[in-house]
């Protein structure tokens, strides 16, 4: 498996799925969900009008419609303060492992992650990474996985946490 590490708008990103940092509704929202919607257009909050919502944790996979990849897998991440440190964990993890679940189920041969729950849901950005990685690099998904970090704060987060991974 490869991962990149890389600072830029998810929305612009040429692979074939990028994740959606969303919430129980699935209908949008604001940070990168309100992007992602509002780059997609209306068909994206059409098909999502008909998945019934999802799970904290869980994972459901759309069309891209206007957006340059091909799919986009909606993941719900914890709200950090509604959760201990270690259920908060698992659920963040487990948005990891379902959406790379899905990618593999799907044929998906490269996909974009952005920093889930690390904005309003309050995720400490540091742990949130930690979670992210261990959870990605413990998964069977064998294609590429690209990092897409809002600022260089986080990307240097993701960094310096994959030079320890690597020893």
């Known amino acids: 498996m490869n991962i990149k590490i890389i600072v830029e708008d998810i929305t612009k990103l040429k692979v074939d799925a990028i994740v959606n940092a969303a919430n129980n509704t699935l209908l949008g929202g604001g940070g990168v969900d309100g992007a992602i919607h509002r780059a997609a257009g209306i068909r994206l909050l059409k098909e999502c009008m008909t998945l019934n919502g999802c799970e ?26 509604h959760y201990d440190k270690e259920k908060a964990a698992k659920l963040l993890a487990s948005c990891y492992t379902t959406s790379l679940a899905i990618a593999k189920e799907n044929g998906i041969k490269s ?57």
């Open 56 to 81: 904290t944790g869980q994972s459901k996979i759309t069309g891209a419609y206007n957006l340059p990849c091909k799919y986009v897998i909606h993941t719900v991440g914890p709200i950090y303060s």
């Open 111 to 167: 996909i974009a992650f952005p920093c889930i729950s690390c904005g309003v849901y309050g995720y400490p950005k540091e742990d949130a990474a930690k979670v992210a990685l261990a959870a990605i690099q413990g998964s069977k998904y064998d294609g590429e996985v690209i990092i897409c970090c809002f600022d260089e704060y986080a990307a240097k987060i993701y960094e310096k946490l994959m030079m320890l991974f690597r020893k």
